[in-house]
């Protein structure tokens, strides 16, 4: 399989914020309470400039009937980005998730701990763990002073030399 070292997927169960984290990523939420609340329908991809390079950002959409595409929605990118809402429900689905599409992801698989504003949020250092070790960050995606995280954190995961 060949990787395109510019195509991100952010894939996770519905809900969990995989589309409000690339808009604060892209920089058109202003305000914690423009965030995006409609699902993404089947795929969005938009571009991005990451390190100067240009890179395209693949959301793709969490409901169960999107699922069957995700196969070929994955093939080839450079990384795969599996957000989960960092409850202890919702990390039975996502492992779920990363257990049924993992054999088909040629790229590295990082995990974004999102809605860390939310009370009782797990930490990074415990989804990691029952996510099987997959490198995982926290994130809140309605904070605005973070973006610039999720910015470094995409940059690092796609550097040259990881």
């Keep these: 399989m060949v990787e395109n070292k510019s195509k991100i997927c952010f894939f996770g169960d ?18 914690s309470l ?6 993404t329908i ?20 969490g409901q169960k009937r999107f699922k069957l595409m995700w196969d070929d929605f994955l093939k080839n990118s450079g990384l ?14 996502t492992k779920q998730l990363y257990e049924r599409f993992s ?8 995990a974004i701990a999102n809605k860390q504003d ?24 309605i904070k605005l002073e973070l973006r610039e995280r999720m910015k470094n954190i995409l940059e690092y995961e796609m550097s040259e030399n990881k």
Excluded: H
Excluded at 83 to 93: A, H, I, Y
Excluded at 103 to 110: A, E, F, N, Y
């Design 42 to 61: 089947g795929l969005e991809i938009e571009e991005s400039f990451l390190d100067g390079k240009k890179c395209t950002i693949w959301d793709l959409g």
């Design 14 to 31: 519905a809900g969990v914020g995989k589309s409000t984290l690339i808009s604060l990523l892209q920089g058109r939420i202003q305000d």
């Design 103 to 110: 054999k088909r992801l040629g790229s590295k698989v990082i």
């Design 80 to 93: 795969a980005v599996l957000v989960c809402d960092s409850t202890e429900d919702n990390l039975k689905k």
């Design 118 to 141: 939310l009370p009782g949020a797990l930490g990074a250092e415990v989804v990691q763990e029952k996510l099987g070790g997959i490198p995982t960050y926290e994130m809140s995606a």
């Design 34 to 39: 423009e965030a995006p609340t409609k699902p």
